[in-house]
C-alpha cells in the first residue's frame, strides 16, 4: 500500500532509477483518494479506468510470474527479471 512509507520510498527509487521516459500503470481493486492523488505524481497525463464487470478482466497472451520473496530482496529481484526477461510492456504488483 502506498499509504505506508516504506513503500512509497521504494517506489520513489525505482522511478529515479528507470529511465525517464517510461509508461506507469497503478492497478488496485480499492484506492483511497489520497493514494489516488499520491499515484497521480508519478505519472504524465494519467487516465483512470475502472472495470465494474468481471467478466471484462480476462486478458488473453497475457504471461504471469510469481516469486514468494523477502521484503529485503524485492529491489534485487526484481532487477534480475527485468534484466532476464523480454517484454515490451510490463506490470509489476508488489
Known amino acids: 500500500c502506498l499509504d505506508k512509507l516504506d513503500m512509497r520510498k521504494d ?3 525505482i522511478f529515479v532509477q ?13 484506492m483511497s483518494a489520497e493514494t489516488r492523488a499520491l499515484c497521480k505524481k508519478f ?4 487516465h483512470e479506468i475502472r472495470v465494474d464487470e468481471e467478466s471484462k478482466l ?7 510470474f510469481y516469486t514468494k520473496i523477502t521484503e ?5 529481484v526484481l532487477n534480475d ?8 510492456q510490463v506490470v509489476i504488483f508488489v
Open 43 to 46: 505519472m504524465q497525463d494519467p
Open 58 to 64: 480476462t486478458l488473453h497472451g497475457l504471461l504471469q
Open 11 to 13: 517506489i520513489q527509487q
Open 81 to 88: 527479471c527485468l534484466d532476464a526477461l523480454e517484454f515490451n
Open 18 to 30: 528507470t529511465p525517464k521516459t517510461k509508461q506507469v500503470m497503478m492497478f488496485s481493486a480499492t
Open 72 to 76: 529485503k530482496e524485492k529491489n534485487r
